[in-house]
């Protein structure tokens, strides 16, 4: 049986929404590998997703992933099935409000079902390692020239705003 694969992710954004980023560190034996990349407008909540998304996605084989984030949202919502809950709700926190990220939500459900994953919370910025480089490799991914937009993301921003006045 292969070793775990140990994924640690973090998200960043100058502003919430704004420029934001993601880093992913991955370990397996002696390999590491790290990602990140970046958007011009989004949120640290999308970035903290899209981090475990990416990190997954890189996986060649389904795997054992023992996956650390020090983003409380991503890890309660899918340790304690409110995820699920909101994708089989059509995704809606309740019959009026729709839950957010759902784009996101169901790229790392699917991702799941693909590999076999458990999720960790580790405290941010407390002097964790892996978890430390990944928010330097977020926070670079963020200030990179020439982001590409989070086309989900700006264009359900334009339509919630139309709501909201």
Not at 95 to 103: E, G, T
Not at 120 to 132: R, T
């Amino acid at each position: 049986m292969n070793e775990p694969v140990k994924m640690y992710t973090d998200g960043a954004c100058k502003g919430n929404p704004g420029p934001g980023g993601y880093g992913v560190v991955l370990l397996s034996g002696e390999r590491r590998k790290e990602l990140s990349g970046g958007f011009r407008k989004t949120t640290n909540n999308r970035m903290e997703l899209l981090a475990c998304i990416e990190g997954l996605r890189s996986l060649k084989r389904p795997c054992t992933v023992e996956l650390t984030s020090d983003s409380s949202y991503v890890v309660n919502a899918i340790e304690k099935g409110w995820a699920k809950r909101w994708r089989s709700r059509g995704w809606k926190l309740s019959p009026s409000k729709p839950a957010k990220n759902s784009d996101l939500w169901k790229q790392l459900l699917d991702l799941c079902a693909e590999h076999t994953v458990r999720f960790h919370w580790v405290k941010g910025h407390a002097g964790h390692p892996e978890n430390e480089r990944c928010d330097v490799l977020a926070v670079e991914a963020s200030q990179l020239k020439e982001l590409p937009a989070d086309i989900a993301f700006e264009t359900s921003v334009l339509t919630d705003d139309l709501f909201s006045l």
